[in-house]
Each structure stands twice: as structure tokens, then as C-alpha cells.
């Protein structure tokens, strides 16, 4: 008998582009759509498409290679889905936004402000106990920035997830 | 179209009339008041028919659904009212059955707020519907029903949900009744594959010595009973038909090779592992059929025509896919064919095995369902017939021995699997199709489900013919509990259930109690004719068993012809067959 589940060594992360019919209850039927299938919605972003009748999600999920065309099918099966697509991390370009609080007192403020520069993240906010900084760019380089922040007091940290578009005249 | 003072109740009931929905299932209550009133003006208009159960209402919808080919309506109150719907919404769902289910809901202002009866009916049916609506005000009724019957009706149907709060239905609603669909994702796609695709296909029968066509329910609802004929006849190719589409390619024609899977019929289940061509027209392998995931006509070309592409690789691994409706692509492939195929060998087997393993129904010690079939094939030869079943044994005896010639006209709930499914869809066969001989067979265990529903029988006065396959027990669960739990017999007898004839009796439903194999066709006869509803309550052996059977996750291989605990005696009782997980 085949195993119902796949070794763990299939199960990657799939960035998916869904426009969908801005209706009630679109949201939620996606989402069930997933995780009925045992893929882990990792990251969301829902907003208004080209016109306010359609919006446009950028989903990042995780699961078996073997079942991403089976859910892709079913997504788009859905009433309000116009299309459901997969892109490579190649052909599209992607973005993300962090704010990250840090709290960091005037001594190794330089430190952290260094830091900032070098990933080029704006200082946004500072008060005499803690500053936030705003960086955007690839979830890799978030990620990095983040690696060197560890060392100081990281308070708050919020990531807007991965929107993505996909490069060229191909449609996203 | 009038605009005038209509409130959503009545914009929606004018709506479902316009798109030619005229019959409605369903019980009233608290929520669903402005709804019923609606109905009450319309009643000259919109047939109603009041049940006992609202998963009684629901299948009812689905009998008629499946009778006529299209949707009625479902009208029930919020909370408790919605909730019983959904196993009549899943098997619908399951089986691709089109319906309008309409939720009466707590108002407005009353939404979120845990008010009397007030269920988030939208969210829970959500994995169960095709789509659905909550309707936030009266405006936007006409769009949602018009969109509701364009979306359970077209491409692969389905139920659909419309949820109205009480005030919602009763404001004034002052869009036109006929206002456009908004669906811009909604594309059922009806010839989706591409042209070289038919000619592929064509090729691939010409030079398949093995050839079978499995015939699904997809079939049915594309209406392409003709067509398949057509197609079996010219290139001489045998036909297995799923559970769901039996009597879409006659029980009797002689490439007819029957119901294959889990209960299948021998002959089909051999054939299935040897073939080297699979034409599978609106069926979705569906795990009873398959057996073992990834071990199903490992030889065989395969080809996947469905009008639904998700369905697509979801259980099986086409080699060739097909989008579109199963008639549409048969009228293509038609005129391209090249022949019958040189299977005569292939045929020559199959007919040797048809022989060998024909079922044989001992007709000592006590009544075997079979036995029933058998009489009901006799009585019900040269009747316009539909036959309902419920869900269990029963239902796999009558899928291997009723013979069913025409499609629509074999009842059941499939994929669901809904016990309780039988008599409430043949209550709305029977006023689909008033002049039937509309037989409801029916287990004890899955009749004492929805049983209420007698009343609705008598009530609307329908000559229904219900056969009760009575053997005190849920038999299908004893039959795994023997195969696999060790012959440990869990909650599966069924003491305590009444003398159902005297049931029937109370409520005026002429019955009578079928104790000996030698009175089964000549009681039978006599429930048959007589006018009105009847009953017939047959004591059935107990223990008795399915056979052929597939163990479940097996491949149809393994297929097991008889009942391992029943050989001969002298001989080695066969080890029991494992559970495998």
C-alpha cells in the first residue's frame, strides 16, 4: 500500500498567487481549502486588486510537492477564485515589509543603527528605551537583519508576509 | 420586470419560480416566518411538501433532483432547523446533486450576537456546499438566487446555501428580479480539452485489445446514456458502471460488465487489473472503486474525460485528460471511431468468468436479500421502475442483482453514504415522477433513521412500495467487525426495533411481514398492486454477508469471491485478512 503521507523530505514552501471575487466568505473557504489538504498557510496577504470588485492573496504555504497541484486544482474550483497560480521564487519578484522594536538604550544605539544601514532599514521610531526599524525587501534579507538583531532586546517584531509579482509580462 | 414593492421573501420565490424551481421540500419555524409566508402566496405556483425531518426534506430534494435532473427547494428555519439539513447537503455534495437550500437566519442586528436559534449555518456548511450566500439585504436576493441555480445547475452541480435573516426577507427589495450574474470565477468548463485530444483517444481504442469503459456517474448527469451505448456498441468495448450511474448502460446488455470495486461483481473486478485501455467517462475513482491508491490498471492507457478538472490526478494518474462534459466529448469521439476493437478474446474471457462466478442464492434456511432482487426483477420487468436504497448491505445487493435499464432510476446515496437517504428520496422520485412504480429498499438500520417520513408518504398520498430488508442488525458493520476486529461484535444488533409492518399499519400503510423464501414474489406481487403506499417488512437471514469482497486498501486482486467463515466444511478456515492502515 502507498503511504497516505509522503516523507517530510517532499514538504517545501509554495508561494501562491490567488485573485479572487471580493465576496464574503472567500477568505475562509480558501483557507479550508488548505488545510484540509494538510497545507500550512505560513503566510497571508489579502488587499484590494485592480478594481474593488477583485482581490488579490499572496499566500505562502507549506506542504508535500505531491499534493500542490491537487490543491491549486481545488482552489480554483472555487466559485470565487478567478485564478490560482504557483511561482517560483526565480521568475517573480517578492517583497516584505518588517517593523521591528527593539528595546536598546543610548550606548549601543550606534550598534543597532549600523546594522540598519547596512540592510537599509529606516529608523522610525526612537524613544529614550527602545526604536523601531522599518526594512523591506526580500523575506531572506528580513530574515538576515534579523539574525544580527538577536543580540539586543528584540520586543516586538511584525512581518507583513511576502507579496509577489511575477516578472516580465507574465501574469502574476 | 416589475420592480414594485416585493419583499426579499417574495423576490426570492419569484426568482426560484423564474428559473423554473417549482417544488419545495422543508418545515417551517421561527426564522424562516416571512419565508413561509411567501410560499403561502405562492402556493398555486411553488408545490410544497412538508416533511418530519429536515435531513427527511433535504434527501427528498435530492430524490427529486436526481429523478428529474432538476434542483428543488429546500426551506427550513435557522439554528437547529439548518443543522439538520447538513447530512442531506453532504450527501447531496458528495454525489453532485444540485440543490437550493434556503436557511431562515436570525436578523441583522441579532448575527454574532448568540440569539435564539441564531447558527452560523454560512461557515459550518462550507466544506459541504458548492457554494453559498449569506444575503445582507433584500437587494441583493435576486442576484444570489439567480447565481445560486446558475451555480448547482451547470458544469459539475451541487448544492448551494442562501441564508436570509428574518428581516432581510422581509424589507422591501427593490432590485430587478432579473439582475445580471456576477461570477467572473465561475467557469464550468464544458469543452475544455483540447480537439487532438478526441483523436487521441480514438487511436488508443483502435489498438486496445483489452479495452473497458468505466461509466460514472457523470454520465448520468450529462445525459449521454445514448451516446455511451453508441460508443460500447461500435467499438465492442465492455462497460463497468460505478454505483452512481448504474442504469446508464443497460444491467442486461451483454458488454455490460456491472458494478466494479469493493462489492463489485467478480467479472468486472478480474477484467479491471488486466486491461490495457481505460476510458473512465465522469467517474472520480473513488477509493471504493480503486482499492489500493497507485496499484489500478497498473497496464492500462488511461483516460480522465470529467467536467471537473480538479478531479484531475486527485485519486489516479491519467495518461491522457480530458476537460469537458462527458456528452459533449462522446459526441466528438463518435464520429471519429475506427471500428471495433480485435478484443474477442478479451471478451471471451469475461464472459467465461461471468459464468464461473455467476452468484448463486441458496434458497433454504430463511430469505437472502438476493432473493428479493431477484422477485423485484421479475415484477418490475416492463414497469416504468425507480428503485431508492438506503445505505449498507442492502444497498450492495441491490447495486449487484437489480437490474436497472435506464439512468436515473437507480436511487442511492454514494459517496455520502447517508443511512436514512432511502425512503425520503424516494418520496421525491415518487413526485418527480408520479406514474413510477417508485420501490424504496430500505435496511432496518438505516429505515428507523428517517422513518418519520411515513407520514409525509401518506400525507401526500404517494403509491410508494417500501421494502424493508430486516435482519436485526447493522449487518454491514457486523460484516467488518468479522473481517476485521476479530468477530467482535460491537453495538451492531438492532433489538428493540418494532414489528414494522405494525408500524406501517399505524399509520394506515397496508404491510404485511415476509417470514418464508417461497411467499417473497407472490407478498411481493400483492404490495406491488396494491394502490396507494404499501409496505413490506422481509425477515432477512442474519449474518449474512457481501460477497465478492475487496478488503478495503487493497487491490482488486485480492478480491475475496466468498465469505472466508463460510467454506465448505472438512476444509481449512483461510487465515482472517489483516487489517492493513
Known amino acids: ?172 | 420586470m416589475k420592480t414594485g414593492a416585493t419583499t426579499g421573501a417574495e423576490a426570492l420565490i419569484r426568482c426560484l419560480l423564474a428559473a423554473g424551481i417549482d417544488q419545495a421540500f422543508g418545515i417551517p419555524g421561527g426564522a424562516a416566518l416571512t419565508l413561509y409566508d411567501a410560499l403561502y402566496a405562492h402556493r398555486d405556483r411553488m408545490r410544497f411538501v412538508l416533511a418530519r425531518h429536515e435531513q427527511g426534506a433535504t434527501h427528498m430534494a435530492d430524490g427529486y433532483a436526481r429523478a428529474t435532473g432538476r434542483p428543488a427547494a429546500v426551506f427550513v428555519t435557522s439554528g437547529p432547523g439548518a443543522t439538520n439539513t447538513v447530512t442531506g447537503i453532504m450527501a447531496a455534495y458528495m454525489d453532485s446533486i444540485p440543490l437550493l437550500v434556503v436557511t431562515g437566519q436570525a436578523t441583522r442586528a441579532m448575527l454574532g450576537k448568540d440569539a435564539f436559534q441564531e447558527t452560523d449555518v454560512f461557515n459550518l456548511t462550507m466544506p459541504i456546499v458548492k457554494h453559498s450566500y449569506l444575503v445582507k439585504s433584500a437587494d441583493d436576493v435576486p442576484r444570489a438566487v439567480r447565481e445560486a441555480v446558475y451555480i448547482a445547475t451547470s458544469g459539475r452541480p451541487g448544492p448551494v446555501l442562501i441564508d436570509v435573516p428574518q428581516d432581510v426577507a422581509q424589507e422591501p427589495c427593490r432590485a430587478p428580479l432579473d439582475a445580471p450574474v456576477e461570477l467572473p470565477g465561475y467557469r464550468p468548463a464544458v469543452r475544455a480539452y483540447p480537439p487532438e485530444a478526441v483523436e487521441t483517444v480514438a487511436g488508443w481504442l483502435a489498438e486496445a485489445r483489452r479495452p473497458v469503459i468505466l461509466a460514472g456517474h457523470g454520465a448520468v448527469l450529462s445525459g449521454a446514456s445514448a451516446e455511451l451505448r453508441r460508443l460500447a456498441e461500435a467499438a465492442r468495448a465492455p462497460v463497468a458502471v460505478t454505483l452512481l450511474a448504474k442504469g446508464v448502460f443497460p444491467d442486461s446488455h451483454p458488454l455490460c460488465l456491472g458494478m466494479p470495486g469493493m462489492h463489485g461483481t467478480a467479472w468486472a473486478n478480474l477484467a479491471l487489473p488486466e486491461c490495457d485501455l481505460l476510458l473512465s467517462l465522469g467517474a472520480r475513482f473513488d477509493d471504493r472503486i480503486l482499492g489500493e491508491r497507485g496499484g489500478f490498471c497498473t497496464g492500462a492507457r488511461i483516460v480522465h474525460v470529467d467536467v471537473d478538472p480538479a478531479e484531475f490526478g486527485k485519486m489516479a494518474a491519467p495518461h491522457l485528460r480530458c476537460a469537458g462534459d462527458v456528452r459533449a466529448f462522446l459526441s466528438d469521439l463518435l464520429p471519429r471511431l475506427r471500428g471495433p476493437c480485435d478484443d474477442a478474446e478479451w471478451l471471451a474471457e469475461i464472459d467465461r468468468n461471468r459464468r464461473k462466478h455467476a452468484p448463486k442464492t441458496p434458497i433454504h434456511g430463511g430469505i437472502r436479500p438476493a432473493l428479493v432482487f431477484g422477485a423485484l426483477n421479475r415484477l418490475l420487468a416492463g414497469r416504468d421502475a425507480t428503485l431508492a436504497t438506503d445505505v449498507g448491505q442492502h444497498q450492495m445487493w441491490a447495486a449487484q442483482t437489480y437490474r436497472c435499464e435506464r439512468p436515473d432510476r437507480f436511487l442511492t446515496s454514494g459517496g455520502g453514504g447517508a443511512m436514512g437517504y432511502g425512503l425520503p428520496a424516494a418520496i421525491g422520485a415518487q413526485i418527480a415522477r408520479p406514474g413510477d412504480t417508485v420501490v424504496a429498499a430500505v435496511g432496518d438500520g438505516g429505515f428507523q433513521m428517517t422513518q418519520c417520513e411515513l407520514a409525509t408518504v401518506v400525507n401526500q398520498r404517494l403509491p410508494i412500495k417500501i421494502v424493508v430488508f430486516d435482519n436485526r442488525e447493522l449487518g454491514m458493520v457486523r460484516q467488518w467487525q468479522d473481517l476485521l476486529c476479530g468477530g467482535r461484535h460491537s453495538a451492531v444488533a438492532l433489538d428493540g426495533s418494532p414489528d414494522f409492518a405494525k408500524l406501517a399499519a399505524a399509520y394506515g400503510i397496508p404491510a404485511w411481514r415476509l417470514k418464508r423464501p417461497a411467499d417473497v414474489e407472490k407478498i411481493l406481487r400483492r404490495a406491488l398492486d396494491t394502490p396507494g403506499p404499501a409496505l413490506v417488512d422481509v425477515e432477512t437471514v442474519r449474518g449474512e454477508t457481501v460477497y465478492p469482497m475487496v478488503p478495503p486498501g487493497h487491490p482488486l486482486a485480492d478480491m475475496q469471491l466468498r465469505d472466508p467463515a463460510r467454506r465448505p466444511p472438512g476444509r481449512p478456515r483461510k487465515a482472517r485478512q489483516e487489517a492493513k492502515p
Do not use: W
Request: charged share 30%; glycine share 6%; aromatic share 4%.
Open chain 1, 1 to 172: 500500500m502507498i503511504p497516505e503521507t509522503a516523507p517530510a523530505a517532499s514538504v517545501r514552501t509554495h508561494n501562491l498567487s490567488i485573485y479572487v471575487a471580493n465576496r464574503p466568505g472567500a477568505l475562509a473557504r480558501i483557507a479550508q481549502t488548505f488545510s484540509r489538504r494538510g497545507f500550512n498557510i505560513e503566510s497571508l496577504v489579502v488587499s484590494p486588486g485592480k478594481t474593488a470588485e477583485l482581490s488579490r492573496m499572496t499566500i505562502t504555504v507549506k506542504g508535500e510537492e505531491a499534493g500542490l497541484e491537487q490543491v491549486i486544482q481545488q482552489c480554483s474550483k472555487l466559485v470565487d477564485v478567478v485564478a490560482c497560480r504557483e511561482h517560483d521564487d526565480a521568475e517573480v519578484v517578492s517583497r516584505e515589509l518588517a517593523l521591528v522594536k527593539i528595546r536598546v538604550e543610548a550606548p549601543r544605539r550606534a550598534e543597532v543603527l549600523q546594522i540598519a544601514e547596512y540592510f537599509r532599514a529606516k529608523t522610525v521610531d526612537m524613544a529614550e528605551q527602545a526604536m523601531v526599524l522599518e526594512i523591506t525587501g526580500m523575506p531572506d534579507k528580513i530574515d538576515a537583519m534579523i539574525g544580527m538583531l538577536r543580540k539586543f532586546d528584540i520586543e516586538e517584531l511584525i512581518r507583513t508576509g511576502k507579496v509577489i509579482v511575477a516578472r516580465g509580462d507574465r501574469e502574476t
